[in-house]
């Protein structure tokens, strides 16, 4: 656990010292914060309230596009940097490497969506004057408490996997644009070429159901595929190997 | 454990058809410098790395510590500290948390994490420094970062390839002055790969030459000289006539002699006395005004034990 704690510490050390200065680093942060925590609870005010999932649903693009990059930029951008040799020299084990990163990468995007969350409540609560203080409904907290750090640990996933044999983080990168976008496309053309009944049962089912069963059934398959993902990144994480890859 | 900190017994890896280490047997003694030259792909980096459990032996046996390097790799890492090719510091962070960083990794607490940096960064002049990005400095100061990291937790075998690659010569001077320090005040052995045989020369105790994958010798670098590197000797004067270069030339001792301006340089067979040298040439009627005596330099050895066959100097020590 010490030695997990203290790649995280590092990993997280990194991110934040990316940004340059620390004015730098806040101000790198305010388009995301002014996106997810002002622009779009003021433009859906009504919506935010109404929609129960809406302000869940909309957090979830941030572990959906942040958590790859980072996980590439943590795993192939070490190789890119010329010091994944002098790591996997150290006593520090594959596993504890592999697991701090994962969790550093994780826990980067997670803060980020409750900070965001933070601030849309305060946005919200501030605009809406004397009505009922406006709180998630119960679908949205899970989402923004549950979803996004299981989120993100998919996108790290698929991050880990297509960077570890990357050479440059550039490379990561483009393999990574491209196993999301044939997600994104694919799981829609898989949906149109089911046949047109099954298709009308699929849309049915969707609507009518009630959406925590449906939050809960893709948080289990989401945590399934990430415990899939993992377990093959943690089996392709060898030092001997990673070598060899230099 | 043996009195040896590494110890190798046939060692050999191939990639694919080649032979990067070719059946190396080698013995390094706990608390020695030991400097392993060869030229470029010889083989170094490779032997490095299989020695610190980063690549996986084809043949043979290596112990390091006592630790086998095919079983026992975690411990052998858990008591080296290593400055390979790159030097490995995260451009992102401060040079004090680069230090801060490996000194979590090898579980020193807060106080003795502390201290040692200020004492590794102070000897290196750079504890003014500490808060600067390692993007912003050089490449000397990086080398000595990366050295202040690989001896953070006092490790008592330390790898370190090509340190001073890249380096002017005056930051080579005072880099080398201070692992030697280092080392000699903590015990700590040290196993370093240079093509810089002046090095060598100057801070190991003992060396092996590596070429092809093959280790060719493993000797002191004063044994190594005598061995192969020829005496030379450099005479000013003036009146050398192409009739005295050729019968000097003639001598039995002489090996050769060139003529550059009014500097005659020579090379020497072993055992070849100066004085009489002289003689014979001021009877020739040349007015020397200064002569100096060459030892040959591990350098020329260097080159001629490259030049050679390399079979008669393969009854490695095993
Ligand atoms: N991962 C690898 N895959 C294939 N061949 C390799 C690999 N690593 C090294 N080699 C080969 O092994 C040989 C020895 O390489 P090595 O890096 O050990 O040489 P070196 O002595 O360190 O050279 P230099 O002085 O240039 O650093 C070279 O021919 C090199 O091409
Ligand atoms: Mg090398």
Redesign the pocket.
């Known amino acids: 656990m010490k030695d997990i704690s203290t790649v995280v510490w590092k990993e997280l050390s990194e991110f934040w010292r990316a940004r340059g200065g620390s004015r730098a680093r806040l101000m790198s942060f305010l388009p995301i914060f002014f996106v997810f925590g002002v622009f779009w609870p003021l433009q859906g005010r009504e919506a935010w309230v109404t929609v129960p999932f809406l302000p869940g649903f909309l957090f979830m693009i941030l572990p959906l596009t942040l958590a790859g990059g980072t996980a590439a930029d943590s795993f192939a951008g070490e190789r890119e940097r010329h010091t994944l040799e002098t790591l996997l020299a150290t006593r520090l084990s594959d596993r504890d490497i592999f697991a701090g990163k994962v969790l550093a990468t994780t826990i980067y995007c997670t803060a980020l969506v409750w900070a965001c969350a933070l601030i849309s409540l305060i946005t919200l609560n501030v605009s809406r004057g004397s009505n009922p203080i406006f709180w998630y409904s119960e679908i949205s907290v899970f989402l923004i408490a549950l979803g996004t750090p299981l989120l993100a640990v998919l996108m790290t996933a698929i991050g880990v996997l297509v960077s570890l044999r990357a050479a440059t983080v550039r490379s990561a990168a483009q393999t990574f644009s491209i196993v999301t976008l044939l997600v994104f496309i694919g799981v829609p053309l898989l949906i149109q070429a089911l046949p047109p009944a099954m298709q009308a049962s699929l849309v049915e089912m969707v609507a009518t159901a009630n959406m925590t069963l449906v939050a809960l059934a893709a948080g289990t398959v989401v945590l399934a595929a990430s415990i899939a993902l993992l377990a093959l990144g943690i089996a392709r994480f060898q030092r001997t190997r990673l ?2 890859e ?1 | 454990m043996t009195g040896y900190a590494i110890e190798t017994k046939e060692m050999t890896r191939c ?2 058809a ?1 032979r ?2 070719d059946r190396v047997s080698l013995q390094v003694p706990t608390g020695s410098i030991f400097g392993f030259l ?10 490095l ?1 299989l020695l610190l459990g980063l690549l996986e032996l084809n043949g043979g046996s290596a112990t390091v510590l006592g630790y086998d390097v095919s079983t026992q790799a975690a411990s052998i890492r858990e008591h080296t500290g290593v400055l390979l ?1 790159h030097d490995g510091l995260y451009a992102r962070l401060s040079i004090y948390d680069n230090l801060e960083f490996f000194g979590r990794v090898y579980h020193l607490d807060v106080r003795t994490r502390q201290a040692r940096i200020q004492e590794l960064l102070k000897h290196l002049g750079l504890w003014d420094r500490r808060d600067a990005d390692v993007t912003k400095l050089s490449k000397g100061m990086k080398q000595k970062v990366a050295v202040a990291r690989a001896l953070l937790h006092r490790p008592s075998l330390v790898f370190l ?2 340190p001073s690659a890249g380096l002017d010569p005056v930051a080579a001077v005072a880099l080398r002055e201070d692992i030697q320090n280092l080392a000699r005040k903590e015990g700590t052995t040290i196993f370093l ?1 240079t ?1 810089n045989l002046a090095e060598a020369e100057k801070i190991c105790d003992c060396v092996g030459v ?1 070429r092809k ?1 093959q280790l060719l010798t493993q000797t002191s670098p004063a044994e190594l000289r005598s061995q192969t590197g020829k005496a030379t000797a450099r005479i000013v004067g003036h009146g050398f006539s192409d009739s005295s270069l050729a019968a000097l030339r003639a001598l039995p001792q002489v090996e050769s002699a060139v003529l550059r301006d009014d500097e005659l340089h020579l090379e020497l067979g072993p055992g070849t006395e100066i004085p009489p040298l002289v003689t014979w040439l001021v009877r020739e009627g040349i007015q020397i005004e200064e002569v100096h005596k060459g030892r040959g330099s591990l350098e020329e050895a260097f080159v001629a034990l490259m030049q050679e066959n390399g079979q008669e100097h393969r009854e490695v020590l095993s």
């Open positions: 070598i060899l230099e | 990639f694919g080649l990067a280490v060869g030229p470029n792909g010889a083989g170094k980096t490779t032997t790395r090719e390839d090509e790969t093509h590596i994958g």
